[in-house]
């Protein structure tokens, strides 16, 4: 079969005998792979001297310049989620993931040509705007192969692959300071090669999952499984209707609301340990507690999706809101009493929560909505994160100027902000909470 | 729980999860810096 061919069968039902649980590690292949997104930032400080490599020189580019590159991927991320849904529909889960290898692959390759002719634009435009399409289209598509395969374990199936995207990370930057040292020479900060191999290597991972990953029979379900009663199932609502109906403006809501309050403080996290304990936790150990973090956003993704297959998707969001809120008015005493160990555990089961937010999401999605488009409703919905991703750094960025600039030290500068991300946090209940069931047609049950 | 334990589905779960469980290490090490 030629590859146009393979592709062309990509709608076609999975075989009989086909195992369900070859498709996670396909889905996982890509979103460890486009999860990297999350540790661009390593190369940020080597693209401020690629011309006087050892230190910054005339004509290196500035790191507000650099900063660009990230904001407009995950801008082009969120494009792409939001309008590629009914292209991902039609052509199927293998096409759509081929071109996201192709776009995350080559905007590897694009951007180091980026670096080694100094040019920025063409890393804005390689993996600003090429990276990001593929960033959007292969977040989107496995989550939407994986809802469809597991409709009895909605929430443990996305979870896996979203954990992907926070793993991602955690493989990608030691793995990119790895290559750079590598490739570092007397003329050279090993930037441009890096980005060469990592093209490769995340071209390769991310055809691998297009090729392994395969979609069920329209009418296919897990052996001995009948939806539970209420259950939307793949006749579920079209994208208008869900548009039209009030759960999809409080779902918006209640992703928008967990995530500002949660990656606000993961961008800050280095800085606030270091404010919170001053001459007790150095650069080194604030390091640890990202890295720490990144292992339970990435742990919560897994726990608290297959916790909400369990006690249910809304009563999951609840725990998030209320414990999230509790943990957020609390922590500000962990800091006070001098305990550093008291602050770790806080904000680690804060962002636990964060990720679980992500992971539990296409559950609730699809059981509000079922899988008919689920790919344009969940891609419209995931706009919310783009939002948050703006609003959450300005509001805990905002109140810590205004605390400093009214003689707060800078050890509790952060009190003010975290009780303000607790009242996020309630208002994200109550939209929680209002969440009913849709029935055909949209609106409330 | 036949169809989870298929030597290609095994395979399938291995690859990708021991590069992650690397990067896992790589990252809990570095945040052994911070009770050390």
Request: glycine share 12%; proline share 5%.
């Amino acid at each position: 079969m030629s590859n146009a061919a393979a592709l062309a069968a990509s709608t076609a039902a999975a075989p009989q005998a086909w195992s369900r649980w070859l498709v996670p590690p396909a889905a996982l292949a890509v979103h460890l792979s486009i999860g990297q997104l999350y540790a661009f930032s390593v190369f940020n400080e080597p693209l401020t001297r690629v011309i006087g490599v050892d230190a910054r020189a005339a004509g290196d580019w500035r790191l507000t310049d650099v900063g660009w590159i990230f904001s407009l991927a995950i801008v082009v991320l969120g494009l792409t989620a939001a309008f590629a849904g009914p292209w991902i529909e039609r052509v199927g889960p293998r096409r759509a993931l081929a071109l996201a290898a192709c776009c995350f692959g080559g905007g590897f390759a694009v951007s180091a040509v980026g670096v080694l002719t100094h040019q920025i634009v063409l890393l804005y435009a390689g993996y600003g705007v090429l990276g990001g399409l593929g960033l959007g289209l292969g977040y989107v598509t496995p989550v939407t192969v994986l809802v469809k395969w597991f409709p009895d374990r909605r929430g443990l199936a996305a979870g896996l692959a979203i954990m992907g995207f926070g793993g991602g990370a955690l493989i990608a930057a030691p793995l990119s300071v790895s290559l750079m040292q590598l490739f570092r020479s007397a003329t050279s900060v090993g930037v441009a090669e890096t980005f060469l191999a990592m093209g490769c290597l995340y071209f390769a991972a991310i055809g691998a999952g297009a090729a392994a990953i395969r979609l069920p029979a329209p009418d296919w379900r897990p052996e001995g499984w009948t939806p539970p009663p209420g259950r939307v199932e793949a006749n579920g609502a079209a994208p208008g209707e869900a548009l039209r109906a009030p759960q999809f403006w409080l779902l918006w809501l209640v992703l928008c609301l967990n995530v500002a309050a949660g990656i606000g403080v993961l961008g800050q996290a280095s800085v606030m340990i270091q404010e919170a304990f001053p001459g007790r936790v150095g650069a080194e150990a604030a390091a640890g507690f990202v890295g720490l973090l990144s292992l339970f956003n990435m742990a919560g993704r897994l726990f608290w999706s297959a916790v909400s297959d369990w006690i249910g998707r809304r009563a999951t969001y609840c725990v998030f809101f209320a414990a999230g809120a509790a943990l957020y008015a609390c922590v500000p005493f962990a800091g006070s009493l001098g305990s550093v160990a008291l602050f770790v555990v806080g904000y680690a089961l804060i962002i636990s929560m964060f990720g679980g937010g992500f992971a539990a999401f296409p559950a609730y999605v699809s059981d509000l909505f079922g899988t008919r488009a689920f790919a344009p409703i969940y891609g419209r919905l995931l706009t919310a994160w783009s939002t948050a991703g703006v609003l959450g750094p300005v509001l805990i960025n905002y109140l810590r100027e205004h605390q400093i600039a009214r003689g707060v030290a800078p050890a509790e500068a952060y009190t003010l902000t975290m009780y303000v991300l607790a009242c996020v946090l309630v208002a994200g209940f109550a939209c929680n909470a209002l969440i009913r069931p849709v029935r055909s047609g949209g609106g409330k049950r | 729980m036949k169809r989870l334990m298929q030597p290609r589905v095994i395979a399938s779960w291995a690859t990708v999860c021991l590069p992650l469980a690397w990067g896992a290490y790589a990252t809990l090490q570095r945040a052994l810096a911070l009770f050390t």
